[in-house]
Structures are given as structure tokens and as C-alpha cells.
């Protein structure tokens, strides 16, 4: 879909330029995007590496069990079936750490990890469990404190204070995390703590 999406916006900016008489312009921005696209690359390249490394070594050094100790006031009442000491746990406390640093591309092989786990756990079925429900959501509209990623944009366009949003992210992000859940709480109908049944 998104292969359908991304090809009818180029056709219709290509369309656009030539009824408007903005050939030069496309023509010019078709020969900048290349180099453009290569510099962001390599700028934010540094920074996943350099983080992507730190959750690494975090999971060898056995760090996950302190982040599963830390997060597990708030992600057990959310998913109460889930072992405090199991791999899903862990995965998922990983990936709530990683998304709190706002680093999207590290958290997501935990998230996948712990997507994978829960699948297990709901002995691989081809419908969602409540639990694989609710880390969709935590994930999707997911709390950050430091926008690590956002600011690296910024700073590789020439932000002199790339920081500076950082109180509307958290506001957002809060925001958007605390209606998901109260829907997707809300949603629920069978269990009389935490989160309840989707069916």
C-alpha cells in the first residue's frame, strides 16, 4: 500500500511541476535529494550505532533484569498473565526503556522480540492476545522523555537549539499514551483487574 501511496505522490508532484511551470525546481530537487538523503543518513547513522550498542550491552550485562525490577509497578498491572521474570517481560521493559530515550530504531528489535514471545505465550495463534493487544498500543503511541532521534533530525538541519521541543514531546507523548490505554482498557470486558479480555 504505502509502495501505491509514495508512487502517486511522485507522479502528481511531477504533474503539478509541469502544469505550474516548476520543471527547473523538480529538476533541481531530483539532483539534491540524492546527496540530501545520503548526509541524513550517515548523520543519524551515528547515533542509532552509537545507541543501538548501548541496548546491546545492556541485555549481555544482564541490565534487562534491573529495567524488568524498575518498569514492573507499572507493566504487570497492564499485562498481569506475563511471568515478572520471563523473556517477554523483559523484552517488552526493554523496549519501553528504549522508546523513553526516543530512540525508535533500537527499540525495535525488542519490540519485535517481545511480539514474538507473547505470540508464543498465546501458543501462536492467529488471534491477538489481550497482552500482544496492549503492547501494540504502548508501543505505537509510546511515552518519550528525550527525544533522542527527533533532536538528531533537528541538529542535522541546523537547529541551533535542537532540545528546545522537548516539553511538547513529552506532553504529546503522554497524551497520546494515556488515551490509548483508556480505550483499549475501556475496550476490555472479562477481567476485573488491569487490563480485561478483547473478545
Known amino acids: 500500500m504505502l509502495n501505491y501511496i509514495w508512487s502517486g505522490l511522485i507522479i502528481a508532484s ?94 525495535t528489535p525488542f519490540g519485535l522480540k517481545a511480539m514474538e514471545q507473547l505470540h508464543t505465550l498465546n501458543g501462536k495463534s492467529d488471534t491477538a492476545s489481550n497482552e500482544m493487544i496492549i503492547f501494540v498500543v504502548m508501543n505505537t503511541a509510546s511515552l518519550q522523555l528525550l527525544p533522542t532521534t527527533l533532536a538528531s533530525l533537528r541538529l542535522a538541519y541546523s537547529s541551533s537549539a535542537p532540545f528546545e521541543i522537548i516539553v511538547p514531546v513529552w506532553i504529546s507523548s503522554a497524551a497520546a499514551l494515556s488515551v490509548a490505554l483508556i480505550i483499549a482498557c475501556t475496550l476490555n470486558s472479562s477481567k476485573r483487574n488491569g487490563c480485561r479480555s478483547w473478545n
Open 14 to 107: 511531477i504533474v503539478c511541476s509541469v502544469f505550474l511551470g516548476n520543471t527547473e525546481n523538480l529538476s533541481e530537487a531530483l539532483m539534491n535529494s540524492g546527496a540530501s538523503s545520503v548526509q541524513l543518513l550517515m548523520t543519524m547513522a551515528g547515533i542509532i550505532c552509537l545507541w543501538s550498542g548501548i541496548m546491546k550491552i545492556a541485555v549481555e550485562s544482564g541490565l534487562t533484569a534491573v529495567f524488568s525490577k524498575i518498569f514492573s509497578p507499572i507493566i504487570h498491572p497492564l499485562f498481569p498473565k506475563l511471568d515478572k521474570n520471563g523473556e517477554a517481560f523483559e523484552s517488552i521493559s526493554m523496549n519501553i526503556s528504549a522508546n523513553l530515550l526516543g530512540l525508535g530504531n533500537a527499540a
